[in-house]
């Protein structure tokens, strides 16, 4: 391939070995092996990349955003290797060495960011993104513990979490300097700015550090690399040494090990309420890191918010990411001073939204208690955004509108009062989803249609695909081939 000098691959990788790992190749493990090829591949894809970037920037080219809690992206070693179309020849290399290279890929651990459909899909979307010279990019969270450790005990399965080494993985590469500053907590108080107007203010908040690491998504043909950035949770403040020096050791450290805790895990238990609030807070985490990021890139090609949502695409996977509509609210009004008419029309038509569920009972709802407690300020722009919808559901229905409201409020009313997600993601989005045909018809008559008779035009289907060069071209090279030499 044009990007590939082969006698260079062979240079990295024994310059690994010897200088990486201090060792010489006889003496190299299985795992030494897998790190040196994935560390030759990874330059490659870096020099890929900068060509990618400069294309994108030469263009000016819109850019989406995948948002989404999970991204089953599987092994890596392998997939880039095929994409780059050298899986062949590597393992000849490496065979002259009396290495296997399919043992190499075995010893490859899967990256724990994800356990299922949703983390899958995500997964195709930024690998078709790439093969398709398309600058999509994902967002996600740096777990350490994503999947789960399946053993059997006395004859009884058991769940045991499996330990992602996402600090020493060869594909993740930590962007310094690039670190998310995230407010959270706090109150909000009441003021007013120098015309009169109503001006909260977001104090007392504690902050969190969001830490970026970018894994590089190849495209098929080895002509585009995009990227996935996960983000790790750090305390501001590591250590407090008063506390240390009166004695209390264990409370010195507990701030670190609150905040830490947020990128730990995917999908804690939420049967108690403090297994909730930290699932809120992974979700905001994952939205407030993300909006920062993307009006950050944004910025160093533009200035003002007028061709924000010309320029970027947010799609949100399913509600896990439904308080970007609050958070971009919130950024574009508080921190850049826009008016909120003009804010809402460019997060309305910056965002989409995917549905995963017919299951009524399954869409995400927060408990308003946690929510206040949790991000004050998006509790106060989700009440705003439910009132001027109930004022144009009231204005279009009339007498008819008051059994169409108890649905389509984005606050569920009862004994305990909560957020809808999916109607929040519905109202802030100018696109909504499903994942098949069946089930978008669905999603239309049967699990939303008053929303659906309210925004006819936002509905509409983008039906699953899968990635034909992981299911196909690895897992069964023979039926590639014929494929190949019958069509071409």
Known sequence: MSYFDFTSFEAFFHQHIKYGLGKRIEDATKLDCMNAVSSAVGKYLIDIRFQTNQRYKDNDSKRLYYLSMEFLIGRLLSNNLMNLGIYDKCGKFLKGL?????????????????????????????????????????????????????????????????????????????????????????????????????????????????????????????????????????????????????????????????????????????????????????????????????????????????????????????????????????????????????????TTKTLGYTNHTLLPEALETWPVSIVKRVVPRHLQIIYEINNRFIAEVKKKYGENSTPLISKMSIIQEGDEKKIRMANLAIIGSHSVNGVAKVHSDLVKTKLVPEFFSFYPKKFNNKTNGVTPRRWIVSCNPGLTKLICEAIG
């Open 98 to 346: 009396g290495i296997n290279l399919e043992e190499l890929v075995e010893e490859e651990q899967h990256p724990a960011l994800g356990n299922g459909g949703l983390g899958r899909l995500a997964a195709c979307f930024l690998d078709s993104m790439a093969s398709l010279d398309m600058p999509g990019f994902g967002y996600g969270i740096n777990y350490d513990y994503g999947l789960f450790k399946q053993v059997i005990v006395n004859g009884y399965q058991r769940e045991k979490p499996d330990y992602w080494p996402n600090r020493s993985s060869p594909w993740l590469i930590r962007r310094s300097g690039e670190e998310c500053m995230i407010p959270i907590y706090g109150k909000i108080e009441d003021t007013e700015d120098m015309d009169g107007g109503y001006n909260p203010m977001w104090t007392n908040w504690k902050l969190l550090i969001g830490r970026p690491h970018d894994i590089l998504i190849t495209g098929y043909g080895g002509y585009t690399v995009n990227r996935l950035r996960l983000f790790s949770a750090w305390a501001s403040e590591d250590f407090d040494m008063k506390i240390f020096n009166d004695g209390d050791y264990f409370k010195a450290v507990e701030k670190k090990i609150k905040s830490e805790t947020i990128s730990k895990i995917l999908y804690p238990s939420d049967s108690k309420e403090i297994g909730k609030e930290l699932r809120l807070v992974q979700e905001y985490f994952l939205v407030a890191c993300s909006i920062r990021d993307i009006i950050k890139i944004y910025q160093r090609q533009n200035t003002g918010f007028d061709q924000f949502h010309e320029k970027v695409a947010i799609q949100l996977n399913d509600t896990h990411p439904a308080l970007t509509v609050a958070e971009l609210m919130r950024v574009l009004i508080d921190e850049n001073s826009l008016k909120w008419e003009k804010a809402w029309y460019i």
